[in-house]
């Protein structure tokens, strides 16, 4: 057994673990690791989920609410995605709210790509509908939509900036999309 | 590319982000139990497939998730209205404009079939 310690046991390898790519116009990198969760509460719950969390939840579509690297988002009328930078425990965090909920803990279900720069609308564009123009999806818009055949989630963090949270096993495609779509964004 | 308004995000989206769901308007009957087959079947396998203004499901699957009823003319492949899901049928008269452009379809240029 004594052989066993210090060893290398399982370790966790995160998808797009160290990846870079993308143009001049638009660069892509992996996000860091996140705790994340899939939130879903009646109206009623929302102030007093508000309250665990200290974000209050947005209630319009496409809407969220950031603070200290946490963030609220509006997936559906009563489903929300919370994303914590920080690495915080967020399944105890909305377990003190003492109001009926469903949370899911899927930090590791989703990872992120960080598309930057003055391309980067055109980069998602290449696989997106959505009209990503400053008027229509300001910052802090987000919204659930497909890039190409996968699901994603997407938040504008700043004008120039988005994150693209996808699922980890649609993230190769997901990240070679965008690689591709980000290329042709300088052009 | 259509463009579909969902009710629930309150914006028109690409049809990507949607998926179709069947015929709306469908009461599941309460004394299933005491139904014959050929009632049942009725109920659960035929359905209309009309040709023109039809009621239907829809689903905005890669956006709020919500299923929301549209009524959608099969020819055109025009939607008329969306509306939440719960709610009764609309009146389309009040909808559609009084002199409706005649849609360029086979069967309205070319051919006899009617």
């Not at chain 1, 660069?27 to 209050?56: E, H, I, M, Y």
């Not at chain 2, 939607?79 to 849609?103: C, M, N, Q």
Request: with cysteine; net charge negative; charged share 25%.
């Amino acid at each position: 057994m004594a052989d066993l310690i210090g060893a290398d046991l399982a370790t966790r390898t995160p998808p797009l673990a160290g990846f870079h790519g993308g143009s001049g116009a638009a660069s892509l990198s992996a996000a860091t690791p996140a705790t994340r969760l899939s939130l879903r509460a009646k109206p009623d719950a929302v102030s007093a989920l508000s309250l665990a969390l200290g974000l209050s939840l947005p209630t319009r579509s496409k809407t969220s609410a950031s603070g200290h690297g946490r963030h609220a988002l509006w997936l559906g009328p009563d489903e929300w995605l919370v994303i914590d930078e920080n690495g915080a425990d967020l399944t105890t965090a909305v377990a003190s709210s003492g109001v009926l909920h469903s949370a899911t803990d899927i930090s590791h279900r989703n990872t992120a790509v960080i598309v930057k720069g003055r391309g980067a609308e055109v980069a998602i564009n290449g696989g997106c509908p959505q009209d990503l123009s400053l008027a229509v999806f300001p910052v802090g818009a987000c919204s659930r939509t497909v890039l190409g055949k996968a699901e994603i989630v997407l938040l504008r963090t700043a004008e120039d900036t988005f994150r693209v949270e996808c699922w980890r096993s649609f993230a190769p495609y997901v990240s070679g999309l965008l690689n591709e779509a980000a290329e042709d964004a300088g052009n | 590319m259509l463009l579909i308004y969902c009710p629930y995000c309150e914006e028109e989206r690409s049809e990507l982000e949607f998926r179709q769901a069947g015929d709306a308007h469908i009461a599941r009957p309460t004394n299933m139990t005491e139904m014959t087959d050929e009632e049942f079947e009725a109920f659960f396998f035929l359905r209309d497939n009309v040709k023109g203004l039809t009621y239907e499901r829809w689903r905005h699957l890669n956006g709020c998730g919500r299923f929301f009823n549209a009524a959608r003319d099969t020819v055109s492949d025009k939607f008329v209205t969306t509306y939440k899901a719960g709610l009764p049928k609309p009146d389309i008269s009040t909808l559609r404009p009084a002199t409706e452009a005649i849609v360029e379809t086979y069967e309205a240029t070319e051919s006899d079939a009617k």
